[in-house]
């Protein structure tokens, strides 16, 4: 076992503490790599529920908006239908059948008077039709319901 052997065996270890090296590197990167996936597969999972939420959101939207355009959107067409209907130009005739979906004049008295004695002008534009259909009777302060 001369010199020949040492440099060999000297060779040898550097070898081993390279591969070691390389070994513990491709150990990190591999850690790394799971890491950055589980993070990815962590953002999948998060963008997946916002997307469900934000599905939900626009579903309720859609919804009130449909309840929007047949409730007060529909009421306002038929009181100006019927606003158009009243001009005495004639330049505009109602809606066929706007004047049968809106409730009798007088379908709230006491709102009525109620609105002549404070002065204020005793038509309002609710309780929309469907809600007048049901008996209802109101509308805050604007005079009640009455036409």
């Known amino acids: 076992a001369g010199p020949a052997a040492e440099t060999e065996l000297a060779a040898a270890r550097r070898q081993q503490r390279e591969s070691a090296e390389a070994l513990r590197a491709a150990e990190l990167d591999r850690r790394d790599a799971e890491a950055a996936a589980w993070k990815g ?8 529920g916002e997307l469900r939420q934000a599905e939900a959101r626009h579903a ?3 919804r009130d908006l449909e309840d929007f355009r047949s409730g007060p959107l529909k009421a306002l067409e038929i009181l100006l239908a019927r606003r158009s209907a009243a001009d005495p130009g004639g330049e ?6 706007a004047m049968a979906a809106l409730p009798p004049k007088a379908s709230c008295p006491a709102a009525s008077a109620q609105a002549a004695a404070a002065g204020e002008r005793p038509w309002s ?7 007048a259909a049901l008996g209802g009777c109101g509308g805050g302060g604007d005079g009640g319901g009455d036409r």
């Open 41 to 48: 597969k962590d953002a999948e999972r998060s963008v997946a």
């Open 60 to 62: 309720s939207a859609e």
């Open 125 to 131: 534009p609710w309780p929309p039709p469907a809600a």
């Open 92 to 97: 505009a005739a109602a809606a066929p059948g």
